[in-house]
């Protein structure tokens, strides 16, 4: 797994609620058999002015500029503030792997849909939950500060506005101890293979047809 | 003390308890598919690791697969590569149950794990697809996880997960005519909204959820994701135990006796507790359409789009206004005025052999509406298929104008060639309206086989009800 300790980074905004995992990264390019080369696509159906394919050369296709990812002033933004179920739909680990590969490393939301936030973990991106009301403070305090840049430490599971604000996230440990020291989460659960072998001849006689 | 069915699955399956209340959680069964594969094969052989338990797995290519003619195999080099990917990880590692494109038994990963009785009470069951939750009709506690996951089952077993909270959701009473497992899990996430199950397992109770068949519970718990939970789950009755009776991966003989035996202490205990319930009327659910981009976005067949200035919740106010101009409608036009330009049935939650019976029944005798451009019907399996064509199925959808495909995932959504084209409006039996999903522009009303067989007649939604 990779690290993830603190960060700091430009703030963008995506401020609609139940956004899904079709929209973070639309189908056609989940065909590609690579773990890489999916930030270019994220949310390709709104950054893009005309219709995606894998193997297009997309430098080449029409930036739609209303696109809040496509505006001048969150160019170069690592840091996602996001509404409501965030990653909602489909279990596609190319969606975490969309963001992290267009740049960034942090989403802040009030909730995020289950898997998505589980794959998010496995991939060194850090979803943070904060209350609604923390969130649309971070709203208000992005829409009026121009190159707001937020800090996050996890070890201390704070949420910074430079000079200002301060908010703490909760994160449950496993989850934050993986993180901060990039475990190999396979090999520990291979630690245990003793016990998964014992549990194994446990439940062959109990329920042997779950192993024919 | 009294426990639930999720919390008898639960205690089943731990393998370790860590300190932090996370557990080791052994997985009986790992359903397999070419898009969310290829990478955790890959990790496997980068890191020198096997698959721990080369049984546990059943696999099959299903979201890429051409529903046309597959002579010429996949004209669409990506798709052919991913599928050919599958076939070859299959051949290295030596899994022995793989249903490839052209195996007679091929066809969507949530339609012929239970009809191969690969899906059994008592199970966990993942893949790395959301739709999992539909083994939970089987009283198994089945979700759908990422491919780092499906890396961590084929390597470990096991995945490390907490216990979820708990969420019963009782429908009681009998539902009307023309009413399905469909109407009444949009009707549930209407109610619930689409995060209303986040960070719960489900469980579907009621008079209403012992009155459907297996593959209505499998309807209901396959959109128990749509509505934020990862699991949904049916308690195992006597229907489950003859559902699984003499499948081909089932256990036979006695050992079926000794397994049913057991399959029917899957059930939660009277006074069991549950973080939260909720309750459903079944006699008041009428027939469901969406009119929106979320599946909480849905209303009766006699309903009216609604209006966004009625709505308090900027936020929701805003999500409101975006999808009906998404989706090209206006607030207060009645449901069924809305004119349609395609209809799907099929996907994993409404493609079985009843649904296409039900579909059927409507069409028998009548033709598709002279604005409907394509209708088309996709089995959920080959062996769906070949049941549909033993009963004469496919002959009346041909007659009625509609197409009758080969089995996949197939429009519900698009990675192979069945596709909206933007702009087109599509009556869906599938699982989820989200802008583009069934293709870029494209727009999904989601409801029943039934329904949509109606609004493929009258080339606009219609009430099912009035037709039957």
């Known amino acids: 797994m990779k690290v993830f300790r603190s960060h700091t980074g430009l ?127 971070l709203f208000d305090t992005l829409f009026a500060t121009p190159g ?43 630690l245990q293979a003793d016990k998964i072998r014992a549990y194994e001849v446990a439940r062959q006689i109990k329920e042997p047809w779950i192993f024919s | 003390m009294a426990q639930s069915l999720y919390d008898k699955l639960w205690d089943a399956h731990r393998v370790h308890d860590e300190a932090d209340g996370t557990a080791l959680i052994y997985i009986d069964r790992h359903l397999v598919h070419e898009v969310t594969s290829p990478q955790a094969f890959e990790g496997l052989e980068i890191n020198g690791r096997k698959l721990w338990r ?27 590569l991913q599928v050919e990917t599958l076939d070859a990880n299959i051949k290295k590692f030596g899994v022995p149950v793989y249903f490839g494109m052209n195996d007679a038994r091929q ?63 009782r429908v009681e009473g009998q539902v009307g005519c023309g009413v399905t497992a469909k109407d009444i899990v949009l009707a549930i996430i209407g109610k619930i909204g689409t995060a209303g199950g986040t960070g719960y397992a489900i469980e579907f109770a009621g008079s209403a959820v012992r009155a459907l068949s297996m593959e209505g519970r499998m309807t209901v718990c396959n959109m128990a994701i749509e509505a934020g939970a990862r699991a949904g789950m049916v308690a195992a009755d006597e229907k489950t135990i003859a559902y699984l009776r003499g499948r081909p991966h089932a256990p036979q003989g006695t050992m079926f006796e000794q397994a049913a035996y057991y399959w029917r202490t899957l059930k939660s205990d009277d006074g069991a507790i549950f973080d939260r ?66 209809v799907f049935i099929g996907s994993c939650t409404n493609s079985r052999i009843e649904d296409l019976r039900a579909a059927a029944g409507v069409v028998k005798g009548r033709h598709i509406a002279a604005n409907v451009k394509l209708a088309m019907v996709v089995p959920g399996s080959g062996l769906v298929k070949r049941q549909a064509e033993s009963e004469g199925l496919d002959k009346i959808f041909l007659a009625a104008g509609f197409e009758w495909r080969e089995p996949g995932c197939s429009m519900c959504l698009g990675m192979n060639d069945d596709r909206l084209s933007p702009g087109e409006r599509c009556a869906s039996t599938s699982n989820r309206n989200f802008e583009g999903r069934q293709g870029a522009g494209g727009r999904t009303h989601l409801l029943s086989p039934e329904m949509a067989a109606a609004a493929a007649i009258a080339g606009r939604f219609a009430d099912v009800r009035q037709i039957l």
């Open chain 1, 11 to 137: 703030v963008a905004p995506m401020d609609r609620a139940n956004v899904d995992t079709d929209a973070i990264i639309p189908k056609q390019f989940l065909k590609s058999i690579k773990r890489s080369g999916f930030g270019q696509n994220l949310f390709d159906e709104w950054r893009y002015m005309d219709h995606g394919e894998p193997g297009v050369d997309n430098t080449r296709r029409p930036l739609n500029p209303n696109f809040v990812l496509n505006q001048a002033r969150y160019l170069g933004a690592t840091v996602l503030l996001a509404r409501k179920n965030f990653g909602c739909g489909s279990s596609r680990e190319h969606a975490p792997w969309a963001l992290q590969q267009f740049g960034f490393k942090v989403i802040v939301a009030p909730s995020f849909a289950d898997i998505f936030f589980n794959n998010c973990f496995k991939n060194g991106l850090l979803p943070i939950v904060l209350a609604e009301p923390e969130v649309n403070q």
């Open chain 1, 148 to 190: 707001l840049k937020l800090h996050i430490d996890l070890a201390r599971q704070v949420v910074e506005v430079p000079g200002a604000e301060s908010y703490r996230f909760e994160v449950e440990e496993h989850r934050k101890q993986s993180l901060l020291n990039g475990w190999d989460e396979i090999g520990l659960s291979l």
């Open chain 2, 54 to 80: 080369i049984n546990s797995i059943v696999a099959t290519a299903d979201h890429n697969v051409p529903t046309t003619s597959r002579k010429e195999g996949i004209a669409d080099a990506i798709s052919r």
């Open chain 2, 107 to 169: 066809g969507i990963v949530h339609v012929i794990g239970p009809e191969q009785g690969a899906t059994l009470p008592g199970m966990t069951v993942v893949c790395g697809d959301s739709h999992t939750s539909t083994h939970g009709a089987f009283a198994a506690l089945a979700f759908g996880i990422g491919t780092s996951e499906v890396e961590h089952v084929m390597a470990t077993q096991c995945l490390v997960a907490k216990k979820s909270k708990s969420l019963l959701i």
């Open chain 2, 277 to 342: 319930v909720v309750e459903l009327d079944a006699r008041i659910i009428e027939p469901q359409v969406t009119w929106g981009t979320s599946p909480e976005m849905v209303v009766s067949i006699d309903g009216n789009v609604p209006e966004p200035n009625k709505e308090s919740d900027p936020v929701k106010r805003e999500a409101m206004e975006r999808a009906l101009q998404y989706m090209g409608l206006n607030p207060g036009t009645p449901m069924a005025q809305i004119k349609i330009d395609k």
